[in-house]
T-cell receptor, first 112, second 113 residues
């Protein structure tokens, strides 16, 4: 079946550092790819998405590019802030699927 | 601007007890979902619904039941609670299955002892 693999956390960075959170997927066909973010005590919220190969999703300084050749959707940000501390989930869905398939999540901690 | 509202926020159950987790949304979304989130395990789909009167099983439906009598409400029922059901439960909704984002509630933290 479909699956999403994310880098293990926690990831701890200093403020203004460059961020990469790796995400790779296994799926037949052409899934849509998503990054969701979960702040403490809250539900998940959509951060960005890409629906076809070579699409770049972006929001709030975060970016991710849909790479079909490497089945990857890595999340990047050039300069992180303390307020970016959260859990980040990579996810996919295909047409006809019941719902999103999520990765296990990566806990990001940004230190001032 | 409520979005998806879940109640209660926290609950402790004894083994064998039953309870209903409530979920309501005010965005007129047809698609609604129940997920459980276990530490280090991501989110697993329990049940989903594509519209009032229609429900279907997700990846981990055992021990749960749902109903969808209205577009707004999608309660999750736990019968005979077990320690394995200790988890954080999230309800979500969307306007379509693939391209629209999921809107999540803030979750219900359930402990079964």
């Amino acid at each position: 079946g479909d699956s999403v693999t994310q880098m293990e956390g926690p990831v701890t960075l200093s403020e203004e550092a460059f961020l990469t959170i790796n995400c790779t997927y296994t799926a037949t066909g052409y899934p849509s790819l998503f990054w969701y973010v979960q702040y403490p005590g809250e539900g998940l919220q959509l951060l960005l998405k890409a629906t076809k190969a070579d699409d770049k999703g972006s929001n709030k300084g975060f970016e991710a590019t849909y790479r079909k050749e490497t089945t990857s959707f890595h999340l990047e940000k050039g300069s992180v802030q303390v307020s970016d501390s959260a859990v980040y989930f990579c996810a996919l869905i295909k047409t006809g699927a019941d719902g999103l398939t999520f990765g296990k999540g990566t806990h990001l901690i940004i230190q001032p | 601007n409520a979005g998806v509202t879940q109640t209660p926020k926290f609950r402790i159950l004894k083994i064998g007890q039953s309870m209903t987790l409530q979920c309501t949304q005010d965005m007129n979304h047809n698609y609604m979902y129940w997920y459980r989130q276990d530490p280090g395990m991501g989110l697993k789909l329990i049940y989903y619904s594509v519209g009032a009167g229609i429900t279907d099983k997700g990846e981990v439906p055992n021990g749960y039941n749902v109903s969808r009598s209205t577009t707004e409400d999608f309660p999750l029922r736990l019968e005979l609670a077990a320690p394995s059901q200790t988890s954080v439960y999230f309800c979500a909704s969307s306007s379509d299955r693939v391209n629209s984002p999921l809107h999540f509630g803030n979750g219900t933290r359930l402990t079964v002892t």
